[in-house]
């Protein structure tokens, strides 16, 4: 193979990279009733990096921290605040389409989810 197949090649890679990531951006909705309702998810990408809010559940609207996409790996961060303690949420999962499906670490186990794509 020559210089420029590879050149090529590893372009389209990093093309296609950015252009799924960027299905991640838009608000998402969680398939189960948590405390306080359903809550929705809106992301915006930026290469690697993933912002976004969390809003429902009990604690109004709260931005999201650490937020990675590889691939179709995601991962981000909840601090929520509950009666003047902080409470860190891990969020780790895949992507597939119009479909998330996430494990939620809270500190006692992990919780299964579906978010779907609004």
Same mark, same amino acid.
């Given at each position: 193979?020559?210089?420029?197949? =590879?050149?090529?090649? *590893? @372009?389209?890679?990093? =093309?296609?990279? !950015? *252009? ?8 998402? #909705? ?18 690697? %990096? @993933? %912002? ?9 609207? !709260? ?14 961060? =909840? !601090? ?11 969020? %780790?999962?895949? =992507? ?17 989810? #579906?978010? %779907?794509?609004?």
């Amino acid at each position: 193979m020559n210089k420029r197949s =590879v050149l090529f090649c *590893a @372009l389209f890679a990093l =093309v296609s990279m !950015v *252009a799924f990531a960027a299905s991640v951006d838009g608000k998402w #909705t969680s398939e189960a009733m948590g405390k306080g309702g359903p809550q929705t998810y809106t992301f915006k990408s930026s290469g690697t %990096t @993933l %912002t976004g809010t969390v809003e429902g559940g009990r604690g109004g609207s !709260v931005e999201i921290t650490n937020g990675k996409i590889d691939g179709d790996n995601i991962s981000f961060d =909840v !601090v929520r605040e509950m009666r003047g303690n902080s409470m860190t949420m891990k969020y %780790t999962g895949t =992507v597939s389409g119009n479909t998330m499906k996430l494990s939620v670490d809270m500190g006692r186990g992990p919780r299964e989810m #579906t978010l %779907t794509k609004q």
